[in-house]
């Protein structure tokens, strides 16, 4: 399968600060990536759907001010964390779609361990 | 969205072929089924995904229904590195809903 990268893979901040996450598809071109986030021994849930070029679509009850999303180019979408508090820490990670005649899947990063102190 | 049903939790003998089941009886003709794996603090890994067809890759099988109400993920030869929480995800690639998953124990 294709490959994503996330960096970093931690971080810790103080409460109050802004955390940037970068995702990239390493060897495909990605028009959508999407941003989940993942508490302890629960299921992923989708933040926000990124396209390319656009504006990014946010799931129901995700404050878009809170958590900025730009996807300048086909391989790289980032994830800001605004003023981080407690609350957010959380494992946070990215999808690239990969999309043509012959298939229709999602691939995902590693992932980002963010704890706000 | 549509939904699949999955059992909790499974456990398997190393170096024998585990068959993970999926329902999915609301597919609709353009969702794909999605297999992905997930260990401890990692992101979630692909496995497999079909459309119709039956599927094969070096990790893993995709067996599929005639009717595609239901498939089943083949691990031909169990190992303790397949010990994860295993997905299975009806829908395009735009538009993946996690579930709880089944989680894979492999015993020595």
């Known amino acids: 399968g294709a490959v994503v990268s996330q960096h970093p893979s931690r971080v810790i901040c103080k409460s109050g600060t802004s955390v940037k996450i970068e995702c990239r598809s390493l060897?495909?071109?990605?028009?959508?990536m999407f941003w989940y986030r993942q508490f302890p021994k629960k299921s992923l849930m989708l933040m926000a759907t990124?396209?390319?070029?656009?504006?990014?679509?946010?799931e129901q009850g995700v404050e878009k001010d809170k958590f900025l999303i730009n996807h300048a180019s086909l391989t790289l979408s980032t994830l800001t964390v605004t003023s981080a508090h407690p609350e957010d820490s959380s494992f946070y990670i990215c999808?690239?779609?990969?999309?043509?005649?012959?298939?229709?899947?999602?691939?995902f990063g590693p992932g980002t361990r963010l704890t706000v102190l | 969205d549509a939904k699949t049903t999955q059992p909790n939790s499974m456990e398997s003998n190393e170096e024998e072929p585990v068959h993970l089941p999926c329902n999915h009886s609301?597919?609709?003709?353009?969702?794909?089924i999605h297999w992905y794996r997930q260990l401890p603090s990692q992101g979630p890994e692909y496995v497999i995904h079909?459309?119709?067809s039956n599927v094969n890759n070096r990790m893993a099988s995709l067996a599929i229904a005639e009717d595609r109400k239901s498939s089943t993920l083949i691990l031909h030869r169990a190992t303790l590195r397949d010990a994860a929480v295993y997905y299975c995800?009806?829908?395009?690639?735009?538009?993946?809903?996690f579930g709880a998953g089944t989680r894979l124990t492999v015993k020595p």
């Open positions: 999808s690239a779609r990969e999309w043509d005649l012959s298939t229709d899947t999602q691939y």
């Open positions: 060897d495909f071109q990605a028009t959508t």
């Open positions: 990124s396209n390319e070029g656009s504006k990014a679509t946010y």
């Open positions: 609301t597919i609709s003709g353009t969702d794909y």
């Open positions: 079909g459309l119709t």
């Open positions: 995800i009806l829908g395009r690639g735009n538009d993946m809903r």
